[in-house]
């Protein structure tokens, strides 16, 4: 039997960026929307600003569902918790992980950020995407780590058919 679990709880948050590069266009319309509410006087102009403030209030709940964003690495499992008025929580078992993926957007790019996509064999959540990771945590490297050493607790092997 090998030794207990060697590894710490670990907890993710999107960077607030990722709040920033992922509703920039909403940010800007509205922004756009309120300077011509702001420099017209036609008839109907009183609509443009009902939309800015429409926007604007879409923009807060992105960003407060975002800042609710948790991603629990724990010895055995993958927890992603998310919700504002109704919190969700969703698990992956690290032994059922079978892949990664690492994908930078040009504006991630820009502000040094990434999504770490986790493939699984899971039917709940075969997919999870954890974004607005800081470009220099090697988080994939953590957690295949982690899933190494749940497959040799649990004595799973995989079997792969390649030509």
């Known amino acids: 039997m090998m030794d207990a679990y060697p590894f710490e709880k670990l907890v993710i948050r999107p960077h607030w960026m990722q709040f920033c590069i992922g ?3 909403w940010m800007l319309l509205a922004a756009v929307l309120m ?5 017209t006087s036609f008839l109907f102009h009183n609509i443009l600003a009902y939309l800015a403030w429409a ?11 975002i800042s609710r964003i948790q991603y629990i690495v724990t010895e055995e499992q993958i927890m992603y918790l998310h919700g504002i008025l109704s919190h969700q929580t ?14 930078r957007t040009f504006m991630q790019q820009l502000t040094r950020l990434k999504t770490i996509t986790i493939m699984s064999g899971d ?6 995407n954890i974004i607005g990771v800081r470009e220099d ?8 780590r982690r899933v190494e050493f749940n497959k040799k607790q649990k ?3 995989e079997i792969t058919n390649r030509m």
Do not use: C, G, K, W
């Open 35 to 39: 300077t011509a509410y702001l420099m």
């Open 23 to 25: 509703e920039i266009h």
């Open 123 to 128: 039917r709940n959540m075969p997919v999870l």
């Open 155 to 157: 004595s799973i092997y």
């Open 55 to 65: 926007i604007i209030i879409f923009l807060l709940y992105r960003m407060l569902y």
């Open 90 to 103: 969703d698990y992956m078992e690290l032994y059922r992980v079978v892949d990664y993926q690492q994908n």
């Open 137 to 144: 945590e090697d988080l994939v490297q953590e957690i295949r």
